[in-house]
């Protein structure tokens, strides 16, 4: 029981001496810290003399690269801002004991920009904001312009590093209106003459012709019918006489036809857009075309035809609008073709296009195309020498002549527009009712009365007009 004892007391007495040493150790090792007692704020390139209450020994700062330090006495410091970013400065007393801890934030030189800002874009109500090493644009500009001058001179003073907040004021959407104008003229006049003759007798028979006339196949010339000249069916403008001689029997055709052409096409597209973002619009069809594959099969592809629009509107500054367009009227020209080894015939198209990028303020219109196309050609064929003969030269010689004008014109207009309520729209089919039975089958009607409920004319006879209204001159 002795042993006993001896042991446990020995036991607890290692174990409380142990304690004792860990314990001791454990109070030479002291961390000094300390709440940051401020903050200071210095711009990039910028000096602040700072002060301190108490004197101090030493002084450090966490990255010199952010800010650089020098002391002036035992109470005073002098901060330089070098780079955006955020560090700490620590101040020891004499004794070495923590006297404070300084966050330093270094920023972006604002009051400049804010300066420099005033001085470029006046009137705009732009704020300015530092954030970590970056600036914050926040407000309403009255452009994209402006939005984008006040941008570019944010990231002189702080690269990459511009946060924009900033919004676009006054109306931002545009509608454009294109108009394409064609006016195709073609006349073309042919004059063709031809002289035919034949003589029989006892011994004697034969016939001869001149000139390009056409005469109707298998006549008997030579006979007491040949008189009677036998012209085309399908002539159109043709004039023959024929006549007998005793044995002689001569037969004069005279053809004169003239072509008259007039073609008026009139398109005229509009489409609204939002500032900056493109918009298309497409009023046709498409056209399959047959294309072979690398297996030699036969896909179908499509190509589109009709009125195609393609525009973006900027608004540049207040009401000036920068538009980019690319306009096209096309339609399939069944007078040139293609055909393929498979029987396959293909279409060409008739295809005018503009594409141009322009300036105009709002309610203003370009001609931005014009084309004026005039095509003349004339051929003669004759006879050697009995063709130059006046007026009885026509009979042995074959005149044409053609001619077609065109003139294209695309003109558009711009518009800044703003939402309005559906009922003050029109339609076409707003004023349009379909016929009762009664007034298609008794009066021939294939349309009805007029219907404006619910039109713009409605809308505006429920306006009241009480009160003073119109236009006042004085």
């Known amino acids: 029981m002795k042993i006993d004892r001896f042991l446990k007391s020995a036991l607890v007495g290692f174990a409380v001496s142990v304690s004792a040493v860990s314990t ?36 450090s700062i966490a990255n010199p690269g952010i800010a650089d330090i020098s002391t002036l006495s035992d109470r005073t410091i002098y901060v330089l801002g070098r780079a955006p970013g955020r560090t700490t400065l620590t101040l020891l007393g004499p004794d070495g004991r923590l006297i404070t801890n300084v966050d330093v934030r270094v920023t972006p030189d604002v009051a400049e920009f804010k300066e420099r800002l005033r001085q470029i874009l006046p009137g705009e109500a732009i704020e300015v904001r530092t954030a970590n090493d970056g600036i ?133 597209p509009n489409l609204v857009a939002l500032s900056g973002q493109e918009a298309r619009f497409l009023a046709g069809g498409e056209y399959p075309i047959p294309v072979q594959d690398d297996d030699g099969g036969i896909s179908v592809e499509y190509k589109p035809f009709g009125i195609e629009l393609r525009f973006t509107p900027r608004v540049v500054d207040g009401d000036l609008i920068n538009l980019q367009l690319n306009a096209a009227v096309s339609a399939i020209d069944e ?52 063709g130059d003969v006046p007026i009885l030269g026509a009979l042995f010689r074959s005149s044409s002549y053609q001619r077609r004008q065109s003139e294209l014109v695309v003109i558009i207009t711009a518009h800044l527009v703003t939402p309005t309520r559906g009922e003050a729209l029109a339609m076409p089919t707003d004023r349009v009712r379909i016929p009762t039975e009664n007034e298609l089958f008794l009066f021939g009607k294939t349309v009805g009365g007029e219907n404006i409920q619910g039109t713009p004319a409605a809308e505006v006879a429920k306006q009241d007009f009480t009160g003073s209204y119109g236009y006042v001159m004085e």
């Open 24 to 59: 001791g150790h454990a109070q030479t090792i002291s961390v000094m810290t300390g709440e940051t007692s401020q903050s200071l704020n210095v711009s990039m390139n910028r000096a602040v003399v700072v002060e301190s209450e108490v004197p101090f020994a030493e002084l």
């Open 335 to 386: 007078d040139t073709s293609v055909s393929t080894s498979e029987s396959i015939t293909i279409n060409a198209f008739r295809r005018r296009e503009t594409s141009t990028v322009v300036e105009m303020r709002d309610g203003e219109s370009f001609a931005i195309a014009g084309l004026i196309e005039d095509d003349f050609s004339d051929a003669i064929s004759q006879v050697p020498w009995l």
């Open 136 to 268: 914050v644009l926040s407000g309403t500009v009255s452009s994209i312009q402006k939005l984008d001058r006040a941008l570019d001179l944010a990231n002189r003073y702080a690269p990459d590093r511009v946060s924009n907040l900033m919004m676009v004021g006054g109306t931002q959407q545009v509608m454009l209106k294109v108009r394409f104008s064609e006016m195709e003229r073609s006349v073309a006049k042919g004059l063709n003459g031809g002289l035919a003759s034949t003589f029989a007798g006892n011994d004697v028979a034969g016939n001869a012709g001149l000139g390009a006339g056409q005469l109707v196949p298998d006549t008997t010339l030579g006979t007491d019918e040949a008189a009677e000249l036998l012209l085309a069916g399908e002539a159109v403008g043709q004039f023959g006489i024929g006549f007998n001689l005793g044995n002689v029997a001569i037969s004069a055709l005279l053809e004169a036809l003239e072509t008259k052409g007039l073609v008026r096409t009139l398109a005229e």
